[in-house]
């Protein structure tokens, strides 16, 4: 297995005075690393699932923290990701990935229009901005692709995709993962239908 460079995370908070203090500063508890792709992993620094908390010092990503691989509606999680070159993948590479992430509902959604282009394919009812951090990596869409290279920005929105990395380096992204309402591809292209012939009509 690859190891993962730790992710350095510090956290403020406010003491009982009212003061902001640094409350811990120190590599994130809550990774995880691939025990069948060298280099897969995430670390999952913090996330929401309820009502922001700024009164406690709890930590919502603790090293012991089951944390979904997608969030709610209403919820938030922030990730750091490192995606290997694909070529170190193994065959049924999509089988393998969503097993490990317990994405196979997402795998599904994604696969509708992607005509099996790629084994990273999924689709999530949430609004995600990816942010590369190091190296490269190509988003791919049903129609159409965009590499991105670091400080580089996607703004991912409930579409499906897969992340394609061509290159021999592991590529890092920071992903905030915000939750939405569920809304299938099919029924936003519904309600765009419906837009446009109003939109026509006026």
Same mark, same amino acid.
């Given at each position: 297995?690859?190891?993962?460079?730790?992710?350095?995370?510090?956290?403020?908070?406010?003491?009982?005075? /009212?003061?902001?203090? &640094?409350?811990?500063d120190g590599p994130a508890p809550n990774h995880w690393s691939s025990d069948q &792709?060298?280099?897969?992993?995430? !670390?999952?620094?913090?996330?929401?699932?309820?009502?922001? +908390?700024?009164?406690?010092? *709890? +930590?919502?990503?603790?090293?012991? !923290?089951?944390?979904?691989?997608?969030?709610?509606? /209403?919820?938030? &999680?922030?990730?750091?990701?490192?995606?290997?070159?694909?070529?170190?993948?193994?065959?049924?590479? /999509?089988?393998?990935?969503?097993?490990?992430? +317990?994405?196979?509902?997402?795998?599904?959604?994604?696969?509708?229009?992607?005509?099996?282009?790629?084994?990273?394919?999924?689709?999530? +009812?949430?609004?995600?901005?990816?942010? $590369?951090? %190091?190296? *490269? &990596? !190509?988003?791919?869409?049903?129609? /159409? *692709?965009?590499?991105?290279?670091?400080? %580089?920005?996607?703004?991912?929105?409930?579409?499906?995709?897969?992340?394609?990395?061509?290159?021999?380096?592991?590529?890092? $992204?920071?992903? $905030?993962?915000?939750? !939405? *309402?569920?809304?299938?591809?099919?029924?936003?292209?519904?309600r765009r239908r419906a837009l446009s012939?109003?939109?026509?009509?006026?």
């Amino acid at each position: 297995m690859t190891t993962r460079h730790p992710v350095r995370r510090v956290v403020t908070g406010h003491d009982d005075q /009212g003061r902001a203090i &640094i409350l811990s500063d120190g590599p994130a508890p809550n990774h995880w690393s691939s025990d069948q &792709i060298p280099g897969f992993g995430a !670390t999952v620094p913090w996330l929401t699932t309820g009502s922001i +908390d700024h009164v406690t010092d *709890e +930590d919502p990503a603790a090293a012991d !923290t089951d944390i979904p691989s997608f969030p709610g509606a /209403g919820e938030t &999680i922030l990730r750091i990701a490192d995606f290997p070159p694909d070529s170190v993948y193994p065959d049924e590479a /999509g089988s393998v990935i969503f097993s490990e992430i +317990d994405g196979h509902d997402e795998a599904e959604a994604g696969s509708e229009h992607s005509s099996g282009k790629h084994f990273w394919f999924h689709r999530t +009812d949430s609004l995600d901005y990816a942010v $590369v951090l %190091d190296g *490269e &990596i !190509t988003l791919l869409v049903d129609e /159409g *692709e965009a590499t991105l290279r670091a400080g %580089d920005v996607a703004v991912q929105r409930a579409t499906s995709h897969a992340w394609s990395n061509r290159t021999n380096k592991t590529a890092r $992204v920071l992903f $905030v993962l915000i939750g !939405t *309402e569920p809304l299938s591809a099919s029924e936003i292209a519904v309600r765009r239908r419906a837009l446009s012939e109003t939109l026509e009509r006026t």
